[in-house]
């Protein structure tokens, strides 16, 4: 069974992705490879790329942001979803994961639509606002490192334009967040960035 968003026994979960996702086959295989990795805990449920990809066509997104790659599921997922002259700009650290994205964006036909950066992320983001994209982003999909979210968070709120959405990922945290007796530092940075988001004065985010 994929990764699932929910904290739902596996019966139900299974009847509800049996009902209402429905992915590409592209998208099935790369699921199916990503699970073969050691890593694949990283990897979205098949339903949150749905889920997005509903989002950035209601919105009629052109122009998204992601800050984690792994093995390109979201991106796909999201690229799919863009109309033909849509551009999703992907941040990641890894070459080894992100061969298997470009494998498959290829694969889809939508590698022209995915700009792929290969740096720290802050650094790209960084760079963007220097190249004077601020507020050029419909979208943005946050799912890295859980530590710099708050940073991630305030640098693409200045990428995204007035209107526009910004969804991160792992904000329950499997539900360690509401466990006081849960104290590491990602679970502690997960509900720092979950408070000073709620109260922002200046936006929503959509946590999946």
Known sequence: MANQTFGLDNQLYDYLTSVSVREPEVLTQLRLETAQHSMARMQ??????QFMALLVQLMGAKKTL???VFTGYSALAVALALPPEGLVVACDISEEYTAIARRYWQQAGVADKIDLRIAPALD????LL???QAGTFDFAFIDADKRDYESYYEQALKLVRNGGLIAVDNVLWSGQVADPEVVDNITKAIRAFNKSSRNSPTSWVVGC
Do not use: D, K
């Open 44 to 49: 979205i449920a098949p339903e949150q790329g």
């Open 130 to 132: 220097e190249e004077g």
């Open 124 to 127: 790209t983001l960084e760079r």
């Open 66 to 68: 992601e800050v984690g």
